[in-house]
C-alpha cells in the first residue's frame, strides 16, 4: 500500500505570494492533518479534514487554509507569504478514528525569501 | 493546554548501550500516545502506538511504556545501533484529534 505523498517537496517563493501545497493519502483514510515544522516552534497543529470538511482548526491565522476533495486528497493554502512561513509542512493521514496511528508524508519544504 | 515535554533534548551513546528516552504530558485525557523517528529533512516514522488503556507496545528492540496517571511515557531502545541516530519525537492525541508534540530526542549513536 502507498504511503502518504506531498507535492512538491521542495518550493521558493517570495514575500507576499501565495503557495498551494497538496497531500495524498493513504489509500482508505478519510481523515488528513496539517502541520508546521519550524526550528523555533516545533511542530505545530494547522487543521485536520474529514469528508471533505474541516473539522478542527489550530491557532494560526486565516492566510492558512486548506481544503479536501472527495477523493481524500487535500491541498493548503498560503497567502500573502511572510518570512516566518518557512518550514517544513506536514500531511498526516489516518483511520477516522482515535485508536489509529496517524502516518506521515515527506513534507513540503517550504523557503519564504 | 496540553504541553508535551521531552528529556533530554539531545543524547550520544556508543554502539550497543540500552538507553531510554522519557516523554511528559500536561493533561491526562489523552486518546493514545505515538513515539515517532524523524530522520534530518525528512518526515516522521511512525514506530510504535500505545493506547489510553495500555501500558506498553513493543516493536522489535523498542519498547514503550505509559503510565496515563503520572502522564508520562519511555521509549526504551534495546542494543541501540548507528542505525538509530535520529530524533525521537512523542506526541499525544486529545480532543479536536490533533497530535501535540513534544520537541524531541536528538539522538546519536556511536560506532
Known amino acids: 500500500k502507498a504511503g502518504v505523498t506531498q507535492t512538491p517537496r521542495y518550493l521558493i517563493k517570495t514575500r507576499g505570494q501565495q503557495v498551494t501545497l497538496s497531500c495524498s493519502p493513504i489509500?482508505?483514510?478519510?481523515?488528513v492533518s496539517w502541520y508546521q515544522q519550524t526550528p523555533g516552534q516545533g511542530l505545530q497543529f494547522l487543521f485536520e479534514y474529514f469528508s471533505e470538511t474541516q473539522r478542527n482548526k489550530g491557532n494560526f491565522p486565516g492566510r492558512f487554509s486548506g481544503r479536501q476533495f472527495s477523493n481524500s486528497r487535500s491541498e493548503m493554502n498560503v497567502s500573502t507569504l511572510e518570512l516566518g512561513d518557512s518550514a517544513l509542512y506536514l500531511c498526516?493521514?489516518?483511520?477516522?478514528?482515535?485508536?489509529?496511528?496517524?502516518?506521515f508524508g515527506p513534507g513540503t519544504r517550504l523557503l519564504v525569501l | 493546554k496540553q504541553e508535551v515535554t521531552q528529556i533530554p533534548a539531545a543524547l550520544s551513546v556508543p554502539e550497543g548501550e540500552n538507553l531510554v528516552l522519557n516523554c511528559s504530558f500536561t493533561?491526562?485525557?489523552?486518546?493514545?500516545l505515538q513515539w515517532f523517528r524523524q530522520d534530518p529533512g525528512k518526515g516522521l516514522t511512525s514506530l510504535l502506538l500505545i493506547q489510553s488503556s495500555q501500558r506498553e507496545q513493543t516493536s522489535g528492540r523498542l519498547n514503550a511504556s505509559l503510565d496515563k496517571s503520572s502522564g508520562r511515557s519511555t521509549l526504551y531502545i534495546a542494543a541501540s545501533q548507528p542505525g538509530d541516530s535520529a530524533t525521537y519525537l512523542c506526541a499525544v492525541l486529545a480532543g479536536r484529534r490533533a497530535l501535540t508534540f513534544g520537541s524531541g530526542t536528538r539522538l546519536q549513536v556511536q560506532p
Open positions: 493533561d491526562s485525557a489523552i486518546y493514545n
Open positions: 489509500s482508505g483514510h478519510r481523515s
Open positions: 498526516a493521514s489516518s483511520l477516522d478514528t482515535n485508536q489509529e496511528t496517524q502516518y
